[in-house]
């Protein structure tokens, strides 16, 4: 995989209740050292955040704290009212489905250089957003969808976003590498180091991005995690096990 896609490091883990645990892994976790790629090390899960955000308002809902065929104007009335959008046709469903008709915020920036070091509050976000052009109809995939989530999670549990996947989620699943890391630029414990790949007239340059400041993607890609990890979030939440009773206890 890493000869033909041009990747530093890959890694896979599968976790089978009847065969066990197996691991590989190709490529450096580290290029500057050469450290071997690991499934065992923590790595920024980007987007797979979402599923995070998206679980945690499912939740909601079934306790009956959020409807789904809900506008956000009842959650959060006039965040979405300028531009021409209106926050009234626009429901919780449309915006775990992206197809609420919002742009992408991450279309306002030309480059990395406007926020990878930069703090971003969910309502920045979602002014870059509503400033854009509208989208083509239909399926239109857009973090700005996850921020709004996020806000309408936080509206209907009384509490953090950051708290309530800690509490529903990380808690009860032992998720020990999976955290929200805020501000905090650098990942802690052991972790691979990203990096962004650019060719230019046939020479290919390795950028180190593995610090950042993650708030810009913050319920639409905030988190950190580990293969472990994830296979236990996602055996749990495909497999219909006994997590969600558990998680929604306090």
Same mark, same amino acid.
């Given at each position: ?24 892994? &190709? =490529?450096?976790? #580290?290029?500057?050292?050469?450290? $071997?790629? %690991?499934?065992?090390? !923590?790595? /920024? ?54 197809? &609420? =008709?919002?742009? #992408?915020?991450?279309?306002?920036? $030309?480059? %990395?250089?406007?926020? !990878?070091? /930069? ?132």
């Amino acid at each position: 995989m890493t000869g033909t896609h041009g990747l530093t490091g890959a890694a896979v883990r599968v976790d089978d209740p009847a065969c066990g645990t197996w691991k590989a892994a &190709s =490529g450096v976790a #580290d290029r500057r050292t050469g450290r $071997p790629m %690991s499934a065992d090390l !923590r790595v /920024r899960i980007a987007s797979v955040t979402k599923t995070f955000t998206a679980v945690t308002v499912l939740q909601l809902a079934r306790e009956g704290r959020i409807s789904l065929d809900a506008p956000v104007e009842r959650y959060l009335p006039g965040l979405l009212d300028r531009g021409g959008y209106d926050g009234r046709k626009i429901t919780v469903r449309s915006l775990l489905r992206h197809t &609420s =008709g919002l742009p #992408d915020y991450m279309d306002t920036f $030309p480059n %990395s250089d406007g926020y !990878r070091f /930069r703090h971003f509050e969910p309502g920045e976000l979602i002014d870059r957003a509503l400033a854009l052009p509208h989208p083509d109809p239909g399926w239109h995939y857009a973090t700005t969808n996850y921020i709004i989530a996020g806000l309408i999670a936080e509206k209907a549990s009384g509490h953090s976003l950051e708290d309530e996947v800690r509490r529903r989620i990380i808690r009860p699943l032992r998720l020990r590498d999976t955290y929200w890391p805020g501000d905090r630029t650098r990942i802690r414990g052991p972790h691979a180091r990203g990096y962004l790949r650019e060719e230019r007239d046939g020479t290919v340059r390795w950028d180190d991005f593995t610090e950042m400041n993650t708030t810009v993607a913050w319920a639409g890609g905030a988190l950190v995690s580990s293969p472990r990890d994830l296979n236990a979030f996602f055996g749990a939440l495909m497999g219909g096990g006994s997590c969600p009773r558990r998680c929604s206890r306090r």
